[in-house]
């Protein structure tokens, strides 16, 4: 299977907790972004990674959420000091895009980690 | 801030009608509109898209209407089948930021 893939696809935490959630894109994607979903809602843009580089990241994003995509391939979003108003489905997906920033793209979702903080 | 609203947020037909789900958008500098459909346990899949160039584009039972003056587009599902019950997205984009609405259940009465 060639599609994106995260894992673990389900995250059971206490709070206060860390947790980590790793996503690998589809191959030879240079985009690559991460969303939160909760219940009844469209998904909600956390962050975009251009290759490597990390070009915006929501400021609905408070300092416990960081992500990284070292080699501009997988991606990990970690979560430290959980709360229960962590608890969503992350969604990744990626995208191939010939211009930074500016082209839109088609984009491919994974199936998305599930999180529940008690 | 950028938003778009999308309704109905529940759609009911019986198997065979047609479904519209609308949505409008608030940031005029958005050009590309696509449209998700996500089943239970999975995350969105690109059904069909529309770029601010084009008004209209239609892939067999699957239409996108597109009204830049009055920034609203249109999802129309025409002859519905079962496995058309899932929940559809609309979503904006906007210099590599998407912003989605926040969904329609679409149940397709067999």
């Known amino acids: 299977d060639t599609g994106v893939s995260q894992n673990p696809r389900h995250k059971i935490t206490k709070r206060g907790q860390n947790v980590t959630f790793r996503c690998d894109p589809i191959?030879?994607?240079?985009?690559l972004y991460w969303y939160r979903q909760t219940l009844g809602q469209g998904p909600e843009f956390l962050t975009y990674?251009?290759?490597?580089?990390?070009?915006?990241k929501s400021r609905l994003l408070s300092d416990r959420f960081s992500a990284e995509r070292p080699k501009g391939s997988f991606s990990t979003l970690e979560i430290q000091r959980t709360e229960q108003g962590d608890s969503a489905m992350y969604l990744c997906a990626s995208s191939l895009a010939g211009l930074a920033g500016a082209s839109p793209d088609e984009q491919f979702f994974g199936p998305g980690t599930r999180l529940t903080v008690l | 801030g950028e938003n778009v609203e999308q309704h109905p947020s529940t759609l009911s037909v019986q198997e065979g009608d047609s479904a519209v789900i609308k949505c409008t958008y608030s940031d005029s500098a958005s050009n590309y509109f696509p449209w998700y459909k996500q089943e239970l346990g999975k995350g969105p899949q690109l059904i069909i898209d529309i770029r601010s160039n084009v008004g209209e584009k239609k892939d067999q039972r699957i239409a996108v209407t597109l009204n830049k003056t009055a920034k609203h587009f249109s999802l129309h599902i025409t002859e519905t089948q079962p496995e058309d019950s899932a929940v559809y997205f609309c979503a904006s984009f906007r210099t590599y930021k998407y912003i989605f609405g926040t969904g329609t259940r679409l149940k397709v009465l067999a």
């Open positions: 990674f251009q290759n490597e580089a990390q070009l915006e």
């Open positions: 191959s030879e994607h240079n985009r």
